[in-house]
Nanobody, 127 residues
Framework: QVQLVESGGGLVQAGGSLRLSCAAS????????MAWFRQAPGKEREFVAA????????RLAESVKGRFTISRDNAKNTVYLQMNSLNPEDTAVYYC????????????????????WGQGTPVTVSS
């Protein structure tokens, strides 16, 4: 079992930055791919970024490439999402997710590839 707790969300002006953190408990974190998804009001949850178990492979949604970076620290059981050049379209609740482990090279981009989810942290970008 893996428990995920997100933090770092808040209100920021357009052009600003935030860093989200996701602290994980459970013995499979270091072998799990991790991801960030987001859900804006009235919209479906969408993929933002993913990173494989070692941090050697990451993937980003086209809408955030060049602005967001995903990273992880397995010693701290934490994954991060650095968000720069934020715009109002980035306003959403951001969710951290983990797969069931297995040290796969691949970092998934689909909701159903992840087994554990956090409660989410809200990000609001004002114009």
């Amino acid at each position: 079992q893996v428990q995920l707790v997100e933090s770092g969300g808040g209100l920021v002006q357009a052009g600003g930055s935030l860093r989200l953190s996701c602290a994980a408990s459970g013995r499979t974190f270091s072998s799990s791919a991790m991801a960030w998804f987001r859900q804006a009001p009235g919209k479906e949850r969408e993929f933002v970024a993913a990173i494989n178990w070692s941090g050697g492979r990451s993937r980003l949604a086209e809408s955030v490439k060049g602005r967001f970076t995903i990273s992880r620290d397995n010693a701290k059981n934490t994954v991060y999402l650095q968000m720069n050049s934020l715009n109002p379209e980035d306003t959403a609740v951001y969710y951290c997710a983990a797969d069931s482990g297995g040290r796969r090279y691949y970092a998934g981009t689909e909701l159903n590839e992840y087994d554990y989810w956090g409660q989410g942290t809200p990000v609001t970008v004002s114009s």
